[in-house]
């Protein structure tokens, strides 16, 4: 069964410091996702892209973050300067075109810890 | 606005017990989506379920049953003669006719199934 996958599965990085968090979705899919969770707490939506563009970003999502899509599988996520409350688990997901009903699938996250 | 809250922060059960997750939605648009997903103590996130907003259909998959409700915006989850296997966060989400579709999670169940 096709799924989502995540690298690095963990990453710890000083505060300050560039991370590339990278994700491959499922391959027929045409949206994509990136969703945090802070440890305990909910997840909270980050942006989604579609059609080579972010076509939704929440207010978590300023100019220290930027995805990108550098060629037809990668996804990824780029965390320009580290903040110590960047700390969490780094969810993508992806779905199909068939609309917002489509289901989103998840990968295994990555666990972002900034020291 | 949207939003959705799972007022049960934690639920500890004896196994075989039945046990019924809340979920309380708000939203203004007329069509929407609502899903149901578990996280055990792996971290991933495993899609459950999806309802959409006019098929108030209730489903039965197994042990798990599903309550939807559109006069109470209410989506509950029940787990017939719990199994340990199933200790683990239950987030409910939401999804608007935005063709984005973000979803909007609940706080999560934290579900402790004992033995």
């Known amino acids: 069964e096709p799924e989502v996958t995540q690298t690095p599965s963990h990453q710890v990085t000083q505060m300050g410091q560039e991370v590339i968090l990278r994700c491959v979705p499922i391959?027929?899919?045409?949206?994509f996702y990136w969703y945090r969770q802070i440890l305990g707490q909910k997840v909270e939506f980050l942006v989604s892209?579609?059609?080579?563009?972010?076509?939704?970003k929440s207010e978590i999502f300023d100019d220290q973050f930027s995805v990108e899509r550098p060629d037809g599988s990668n996804f990824t996520l780029k965390i320009r300067s580290t903040k110590l409350e960047d700390s969490a688990m780094y969810f993508c997901?992806?779905?199909?075109?068939?609309?917002?009903?489509?289901?989103?699938?998840f990968g295994p996250g990555t666990r972002l810890l900034v020291l | 606005a949207q939003k959705v809250t799972q007022a049960q922060t934690e639920i500890s059960v004896v196994e075989k017990e039945d046990v019924t997750l809340d979920c309380v939605y708000e939203?203004?648009?007329?069509?929407?989506?609502l899903f149901w997903y578990k996280q055990p103590p792996s971290g991933e996130l495993v899609f459950l379920i999806r309802?959409?907003?006019?098929?108030?259909q209730n489903e039965i998959s197994g042990r798990y049953s599903w309550n939807f409700q559109k006069s109470t915006s209410s989506f509950n989850f029940t787990i017939t003669a719990s199994q340990v296997v199933d200790s683990a966060v239950y987030f409910c989400a939401l999804s608007g006719r935005n063709q984005g579709g973000k979803l909007i999670f609940g706080q999560g169940t934290e579900l402790s199934v004992k033995p």
């Open positions: 309802r959409n907003s006019f098929d108030e």
């Open positions: 391959s027929n899919h045409l949206y």
């Open positions: 939203t203004r648009d007329t069509t929407y989506y």
């Open positions: 997901a992806s779905r199909g075109a068939g609309g917002p009903q489509e289901t989103q699938y």
């Open positions: 892209f579609y059609n080579n563009e972010i076509s939704e």
